[in-house]
């Protein structure tokens, strides 16, 4: 994929990461939706002009050049019938979540004390739903970006992403690694939207880091949960004041 294509996908994804439209990006630089879209896909972006998408963006253009180089010609989604597949099967998933952070067949079938012929019909049935390409001497490559994203309401997060929550949460939250945090606070619409998308922001940070840390050897890596939610939301507590109020007689 040619560098203008790469710069101009990763300037389409962190818009859409930030809920904006190339008219609010046009709009923003004092040029016509047209010109924008003209622009990005024809190349010769001056520094100036990055520099001022960067500004809108919230973003820096060594993020932005970063963000380009994971720009591959794969999908980002995986099909329903694959998420059903996977969904229907822990192991199938859970060997697929794990070829996706970067383990070799070795170090799985290692790991979990698999046989060669159990891990070699679990890859066949990956490449058979074309999430993998299955190659000699159980080599693997996959067909689908490794940083893609389930369907929120899709078979997958149906199915396992309660029980997930449940096992995150009932855990410790101690010692230097840890950090749990429950704030509620009253913020406006502008407030609101500006922290949603920092909040995206450390998401996409956290699957940079992730990125970078492949190299490293299985043994150097650990797994690590990352949970961010944010919704309107007015703790039941408060309920109890509206009913002890309802309660008093009048004066």
Known sequence: MP????????????????????????????LSEPSIKRLLSRGGITLERLEQICTVLETDFFELARAGRRVVEQPNMLSLAQEEALAADPRLLTL??????DWSVADVRREFGLTDPSVVRLLARLDRLKLLELQPENRVRLKVA??????????????????????????EF????????????ELGSAS?????RRLEKVVQEFSELASV?????????????LVI????????????????VAKRPRA
């Open 3 to 30: 560098e203008a294509q790469r710069l101009h996908e990763a300037i389409k994804r962190q818009l859409k990461a930030r809920g904006l439209r190339y008219l609010d990006l046009a709009q923003a630089l004092g």
């Open 96 to 101: 697929f979540h794990l070829l996706c952070n």
């Open 146 to 171: 490794r940083d893609f994203e389930w369907r929120p309401q899709g078979p997958v997060m149906q199915r396992w992403s309660r029980s997930a929550l449940v096992e995150f949460f009932r855990g």
């Open 174 to 185: 101690e010692g230097s690694d840890a950090l749990l945090r429950l704030e509620v606070k």
């Open 192 to 196: 609101l939207a500006l922290l949603r």
């Open 213 to 225: 840390d492949a190299s490293l050897p299985g043994s150097k890596r650990r797994g690590v949960g």
């Open 229 to 244: 939610g944010l919704r309107p939301f007015a703790f039941s507590l408060l309920e109890s004041l509206r009913e002890e």
